[in-house]
């Protein structure tokens, strides 16, 4: 009995230790309840369920893997460093949105790919910032943040948004000679592509000077960064427990598997819910998907606002749609680019108005470094008129 009870203990002990690691990571966010819907979302698409049945429970499904991603991402950052910290953000704090992405263009859904892209940048800048103002401002008179911080992440939202300009502005100039024999495919695709490697080039030097040669002028935003987390936890629990670096790379290996699974059931049955809902593809890539891959990212944003941390609040709304803007899009042209799928940064001329107004209400509203309930309104109801007019809009061929 002796020689067997180190043993027993050994694996009893290896027990506990996964049993806390899952409950530690089941209660970094409340959207962790929907995990129930996992293992119905791969039954429904794997047994083919109706269409419907397969996206609306992939849908709910994708919810709180995404939660996972963005906890287990901020947990390894913590063991290595802020500058590989800040990258990994960057990264595993949009695969969501990569995966999804990386699907419907391997199935040919560029459509689905830059409507939903543009629909992230659109509902971080307008509904999740709206509801930030609306939610801490709407028992204080001013909330303040930080002007400087908030400027420069207000000229770089510019910039994106000029790389998205410009193609359309291009195309537009064009002689219809060429967009009749089809060259000007090929000068957009061209265009998009060196864009794309310019805005990923700024958005590296933004990391920089985020985390390495300005970063002074962001320590409060990491200051109440250390008392949250990216997944919604609780903002006042400073007995925080953190996974291990192996224990987190094993969690985001594991949830990425089961995002690409539920992702490619969610994205191969768009098709005949366009058919049988009535809904466009433009409307469920630019209002609907989002809502799936930002849900952790905009309960913390409003929670921390309601906490009085405008910092933390804006750098969760504005960093989330300046991500999508300089590092995920372009870098699924890149993508394209070597799966040899034309994905460009060629939006329609309303797609292109809708974001330039955004953009321009937003960086107005945040250049004065204070905010208030009605700012909030102003932008929620915004981006309400916008949903409107995308339901209303038929499909178009947006990518060339």
């Known amino acids: ?5 180190p043993l027993l203990s050994s694996h009893d002990s290896t027990f506990r230790k996964g049993y806390k690691i899952a409950i530690v990571t089941f209660k970094s966010s409340i959207v962790n309840y929907l995990l129930i819907f996992v293992p119905l979302g791969i039954i429904s698409g794997y047994f083919e369920f109706n269409s419907s049945w397969i996206f609306w429970i992939n849908f709910l499904a994708i919810i709180p893997l995404a939660s996972l991603l963005a906890f287990a991402t901020e947990e390894l950052a913590k063991h290595v460093g802020e500058t590989l910290g800040g990258l990994l953000n960057a990264t595993f704090g949009n695969a969501v949105e990569l995966i999804v992405s990386i699907i419907a263009l391997k199935n040919g ?101 985020q985390l390495k040669t300005h970063k002074q002028l962001f320590e409060n935003f990491d200051e109440d960064l250390d008392e949250t987390t990216a997944s919604g936890a ?26 690409s699974i539920c992702a490619d059931y969610l994205v191969g049955s768009i098709d005949e819910i366009v058919e049988s809902s009535g809904l466009s593809k433009t409307f469920i890539g630019l209002i609907i998907l989002p809502i799936v891959a930002n849900a952790s990212e905009h309960v913390t944003a409003i929670i921390v606002a309601m906490k009085d941390k405008m910092d ?57 470094g204070e905010s208030n309930w009605l700012e909030g309104v102003l932008l929620v109801g915004t981006y309400t008129i916008i949903a409107l007019a995308f339901y209303y809009l038929p499909d178009t061929t947006r990518s060339l």
């Open 109 to 209: 859904q560029i459509s689905i790919v830059q409507s939903s892209m543009l629909g992230s940048i659109l509902s971080n800048l307008l509904l999740v910032l709206g509801c930030c103002f609306i939610a801490g401002g709407y028992n204080r008179l001013q909330q303040k943040f930080n002007q400087t911080v908030a400027q420069t992440m207000s000229s770089l939202m510019a910039l994106a948004t000029a790389g998205l300009i410009i193609p359309a502005a291009f195309h537009a100039s064009l002689p219809d000679l060429l967009n009749d024999d089809g060259s000007s495919d090929h000068m957009i695709l061209l265009l998009s592509r060196g864009a794309s490697i310019v805005l990923l080039i700024i958005y590296v030097l933004f990391l920089v000077f």
């Open 1 to 5: 009995m002796d020689v067997h009870t």
């Open 312 to 368: 933390l609040a804006i750098g969760v709304a504005i960093g989330s749609s300046l991500q999508i803007a300089l590092f995920v899009l372009p870098f699924m042209v890149l993508i394209g680019w070597i799966i040899d799928v034309p994905m460009t940064l060629f939006f329609s001329t309303f797609e292109t108005s809708v974001l330039f107004i955004s953009m321009l209400i937003a960086n107005y509203l945040i250049l004065d």
């Open 234 to 259: 609780s903002i006042d629990d400073h007995e925080e427990v953190q996974l291990s670096a192996k224990s987190s790379i094993v969690l985001l290996l594991l949830v990425t598997v089961v995002v």
